[in-house]
C-alpha cells in the first residue's frame, strides 16, 4: 500500500517522462509477473517478500498508469475498470467465500480438496463476482444513500466549522 502511494505521488509529479507505452510496456509487465510466479515456487525461501513481491507489483502498477492511451475503450479496459472498482468489496469477502467453500464443500462432496488448480480457480472467480455483485447492490447504494442523508441533514457544513 505505500509503495502504491509513493507511485501514485510520481506519477503526479512525473507524469510521462518515465513512461513505457505499448508492446515494450506490456512485455515488460508479462515478464514481471512470469518472475513473481517463478520466485514464489523456486526462490521463496531464499529472498524477501519485498524483492519477490512487493517491487515487481509497483513496477507493474507503474506500467499500467502509462496504458490509458494505447489501450482505448475496449473490453478488457471495461473489465480492468470493473475489477478495479470492486477490488475493495472483493477484498473484504473474499475471505468468507474462501472459508466457507474450504469448511462446507468436504461436507458436501466426498473427497473434495481445496487445493486443486481447478477449485481455487473456481474459488478465485467466484470470490470475483461476490465482491462485484456487493460492490453494485450495496456499497455504491449505500454511499450515494449516506452522502445523501449527510447533505440533507447538513452534518458536512457543521463538520467543516472550526469549533
Excluded: N
Amino acid at each position: 500500500f505505500p509503495i502504491g502511494m509513493m507511485i501514485w505521488v510520481l506519477f503526479r509529479k512525473f507524469g510521462d517522462r518515465f513512461s513505457l507505452k505499448g508492446a515494450p510496456a506490456l512485455t515488460l509487465i508479462v515478464g514481471l509477473l512470469a518472475f513473481m510466479v517463478y520466485a514464489d515456487f523456486y526462490l521463496k525461501p531464499f529472498m524477501y517478500l519485498l524483492v519477490l513481491f512487493s517491487i515487481p507489483s509497483a513496477l507493474v502498477v507503474w506500467l499500467a498508469l502509462f496504458q490509458d492511451s494505447h489501450i482505448g475503450d475496449g473490453p478488457m479496459t471495461r473489465l480492468a475498470m470493473l475489477l478495479g472498482d470492486a477490488s475493495y468489496s472483493i477484498y473484504l469477502t473474499h475471505a468468507f467465500i474462501i472459508e466457507a467453500i474450504r469448511k462446507l464443500m468436504p461436507r458436501i462432496v466426498e473427497g473434495f480438496v481445496f487445493e486443486a488448480p481447478l477449485v481455487m480457480l473456481l474459488t478465485a472467480l467466484l470470490c470475483i463476482v461476490v465482491g462485484i455483485l456487493v460492490d453494485r447492490w450495496f456499497d455504491k447504494p449505500a454511499v450515494k444513500g449516506f452522502g445523501s442523508w449527510l447533505k440533507a441533514r447538513r452534518f458536512i457544513p457543521l463538520l467543516m466549522q472550526k469549533t
